[in-house]
């Protein structure tokens, strides 16, 4: 069976009124721009039937490398062009601006200064809705749900959690890091970790040892550094010197007798 070839498309054949109409082109980015701006005709792009843009290089200095386009049409029959368009398009060495990124992804942490906000989309994947609901509860049990702190309206959902537990255990301070590498303490073991309460505490805790690189960070319990408690030295005594005797002279002390 022969395959059947998709069918080419169709160019349109250059419009030689539109092709030629080149100082109907200029006068019109003239209009649209100045004289001053409008620099030497750069070619020409057919569009479609009797559909032409004229390029013309733009000579403002803040505008290197972009062209004026202005796109010509005519109607059937017709012997004079129409105008269609006339704009300011960059070229291949233009400079123009970055592509634009929403603010929500162009803020990076540590960004934040004081008197910052930055909020939270109220269907972020991290959070999940808290119970909140505790007008009517007694004191004892306001007690437990501030302790375990069920009383805020959203709180980390799974999802939450694991991208912070993947981001912690990766990091700085994750098992990976070059410091973790070199020595065979681990924070587990640590007398100055302390370990998170909920559940991300079965891997993650946090330093409160003031010499180590890891103090009031969050660590995992399998990171080390050279600051554990259990890296010891120990130092030997110095020697006591003996008693120094001055055996080169005397002095003499004179007493005088007291009366009962």
Same mark, same amino acid.
């Given at each position: ?74 109607? *059937? ?5 129409? !105008?269609?368009?006339?704009? #300011?398009? @960059? &070229?291949?060495?233009? $400079? +123009? =601006? ?100 909920? *559940? ?5 805790? !946090?330093?409160?040892?003031? #010499?180590? @690189? &890891?103090?009031?960070? $969050? +660590? =995992? ?40």
């Amino acid at each position: 069976m022969t395959p059947v070839k998709s069918p080419e498309p169709v160019r349109a054949k250059p419009d030689a009124v539109c092709v030629a109409a080149v100082e109907p082109a200029r006068e019109a980015a003239i209009a649209e721009a100045g004289a001053a701006q409008v620099g030497e005709h750069l070619g020409h792009l057919v569009e479609g039937e009797r559909l032409v843009t004229h390029y013309f290089a733009s000579t403002h200095p803040g505008y290197r490398g972009w062209r004026w386009a202005v796109t010509l049409t005519r109607a *059937s029959r017709a012997k004079t062009v129409t !105008v269609n368009e006339v704009v #300011m398009l @960059p &070229g291949d060495e233009a $400079v +123009v =601006a970055p592509e634009w990124v929403p603010w929500s992804e162009r803020v990076q942490p540590g960004d934040l200064r004081p008197g910052d906000l930055f909020p939270t989309h109220a269907d972020d994947p991290r959070l999940e809705p808290g119970f909140t609901d505790t007008a009517d509860a007694p004191e004892d049990v306001l007690s437990v749900v501030e302790e375990l702190g069920l009383g805020r309206e959203r709180v980390l959902s799974p999802f939450g959690r694991e991208e912070a537990a993947e981001r912690w255990y990766g990091g700085e301070f994750g098992p990976a890091s070059a410091i973790a590498q070199a020595v065979p303490y681990k924070c587990y073991s640590c007398g100055y970790w302390i370990r998170l309460a909920d *559940s991300l505490g079965q891997a993650f805790g !946090v330093c409160a040892n003031e #010499m180590a @690189p &890891g103090e009031a960070r $969050v +660590v =995992a319990y399998d990171y080390g550094c050279g600051a554990h408690s259990d890296a010891t030295i120990d130092l030997a005594e110095p020697p006591t010197p003996d008693h120094a005797f001055d055996t080169t002279g005397y002095d003499t002390l004179n007493l005088t007798p007291t009366e009962d």
